[in-house]
């Protein structure tokens, strides 16, 4: 008895909006609805989450600094053909370069590669046509400067 008085005394000191609640609560039923809002607030957390993943591995991609990776993603967007880049590739292997990506941006390394593994004999016909087809789409309207 004693606690239904400190209830009604507590009840008389709260404004509309909280006696409502108050009574929705003290009803029952309402497990469903704070279940609802527990459950948005964690599938908002755990989206935030994904998304903050998502965004941080996109730049660590971004950041990458490999030099063999960037002529191979550049190997791809230039319009060669599949032996073209073959023979690029292992002229380069073979040259070990540190920045494979300079043979694609200059005519004179490129062409003094050619002219030292052209001289080991380590090439056969198709090969160096390949190579000289290779340097005609990359360098168009230059002129070979080796042998």
């Not at 609802?36 to 971004?62: D, H, N, Q």
Request: net charge positive.
């Amino acid at each position: 008895m004693v606690n239904t008085l400190v209830m009604l005394a507590q009840a008389e000191t709260l404004n509309p909006g909280q006696r409502s609640v108050r009574e929705h609560f003290q009803e029952g039923g309402s497990l469903g609805a704070v279940a609802l809002v527990i459950f948005c607030v964690l599938m908002g957390v755990f989206l935030a989450a994904v998304l903050t993943a998502l965004a941080r591995s996109g730049r660590k991609t971004v950041q990458s600094n490999d030099p063999r990776r960037l002529y191979r993603d550049l190997l791809q967007r230039l319009s060669l053909s599949t032996p073209q880049r073959r023979v690029l590739t292992r002229l380069v292997r073979e040259a070990q370069l540190e920045h494979p990506a300079a043979i694609l941006l200059s005519p004179k390394l490129l062409d003094e590669c050619t002219a030292r593994w052209e001289s080991g004999g380590r090439w056969v016909t198709k090969d160096l046509q390949d190579l000289q087809q290779a340097r005609t789409v990359l360098f168009p309207g230059s002129t070979s400067t080796g042998p």
